[in-house]
């Protein structure tokens, strides 16, 4: 069974700090990676996705994710994060074709302004 | 878009009762899903439609769990006889397998339910 391990289940950064929040999973075969973000109050919305090609994933407000194969990695970036970033972030990954997202325990970032 | 809507966004019921669940897709996409989520965990999923037909279930979804989609547009949750464990947010989710954005999911608001 696939399963998803987030490194961190708290992180708080001051403004204009940089971010990597990491994500590995546990399937052998081919998959498809998500981040999903859930702000206060909002429900859950993709901020990147890889399928294939380029393993460095651009996303949307400045985040980035790469894919790593060989260590089963998609790690999540950003270079200097805002008080606004205060959410908390998904990892999800789906077997190629397959259909359920198996998301990860999550981790609440909180940015000091 | 509208976006996926879901209804109600809370309940609170007693241990024991029946409740439902609805969950409205985004109008042009043919698959539904359905996952449940509680408190420091990411969504677990429950269970699948294509159109009307439910095509993959978890097994995390107990007999008290049924799921229907009967006309392949909105589709329903329902827990029967609820238990404490129950209580957790029930996540709805839809994709289209076509266009830019096909197969990614798009989330719901979510139904809170508490059992008392």
């Known amino acids: 069974a696939q399963s998803v391990s987030q490194h961190n289940h708290h992180v708080i950064l001051s403004e204009a700090a940089s971010l990597e929040l990491g994500c590995n999973y546990s399937y052998g075969g081919t998959v498809n990676l998500f981040w999903y973000v859930q702000y206060p109050g909002q429900h859950l919305q993709l901020l990147l996705k890889?399928?294939?090609?380029?393993?460095l994933v651009k996303g949307i407000k400045g985040f980035e994710a790469e894919f790593i194969k060989s260590k089963f990695s998609f790690n999540l970036r950003k270079p200097s994060v805002q008080w606004s970033d205060t959410a908390e972030y998904f990892c999800?990954?789906?077997?190629?074709?397959?259909?359920?997202?198996?998301f990860g325990a999550g981790t609440i970032l909180r940015v000091k302004s | 878009d509208t976006g996926v809507s879901q209804n109600p966004r809370h309940k609170i019921t007693k241990r024991g009762q029946n409740v439902t669940f609805r969950c409205d897709p985004i109008s042009e996409h043919n698959r539904l899903y359905w996952y449940r989520q509680t408190l420091g965990q990411g969504p677990e999923f429950l269970t699948y439609?294509?159109?009307?037909?439910?095509?993959?279930k978890s097994r995390l979804l107990s007999d008290r769990f049924s799921a229907e989609r009967p006309k392949g547009s909105f589709s329903t949750l329902e827990i029967q006889r609820t238990e404490q464990g129950d209580s957790a947010m029930y996540l709805c989710?839809?994709?289209?397998?076509?266009?830019?954005?096909?197969?990614?999911?798009?989330f719901g608001p979510g139904t809170r339910l508490t059992v008392l």
């Open positions: 439609f294509q159109n009307e037909a439910q095509l993959e």
């Open positions: 989710a839809s994709s289209s397998k076509w266009g830019a954005n096909h197969n990614e999911q798009f």
């Open positions: 999800a990954v789906r077997r190629e074709y397959g259909n359920k997202l198996v």
């Open positions: 890889y399928f294939s090609g380029d393993p």
